[in-house]
């Protein structure tokens, strides 16, 4: 079974055996969603989908907005912006995931 790079790092520093992300939809382009991810970091993960929202103004944005503040103390635009420079551009849909080690 082949691996999909993720451009996320996996940390895990209270040992709950898992880690939230969110991450712009692209990021999953063209992988297998039932198989293993390779982390930037180097760590091999099974993801589980916990969300999909659309970056548009409304309650899509508000949710975005508190997962935002509940995994990184970060304003959604602060993560946004971070994605941008990392891909170039995002398309407007971000997952929320959960990573499990392999």
Not at 82 to 97: N, P, T
Request: hydrophobic share 35%; proline share 3%.
């Amino acid at each position: 079974m082949s691996e999909h790079k993720l451009p996320l790092k996996y940390s895990d520093p209270e040992g709950k055996g898992y880690c939230d992300a969110l991450m712009p939809s692209e990021c999953r382009r063209g992988c297998d969603a039932k198989g293993l991810f390779k982390c930037a970091t180097g760590e091999v993960v099974r993801v589980e989908w916990l969300g999909v929202f659309r970056n548009e103004r409304g309650e899509s944005q508000e949710w975005l907005e508190r997962i935002a503040q509940n995994l990184y103390g970060w304003t959604f635009e602060r993560v946004q912006s971070h994605w941008i420079a990392r891909l170039g551009k995002v398309e407007g849909f971000f997952d929320k995931i959960r990573m499990r080690k392999v």
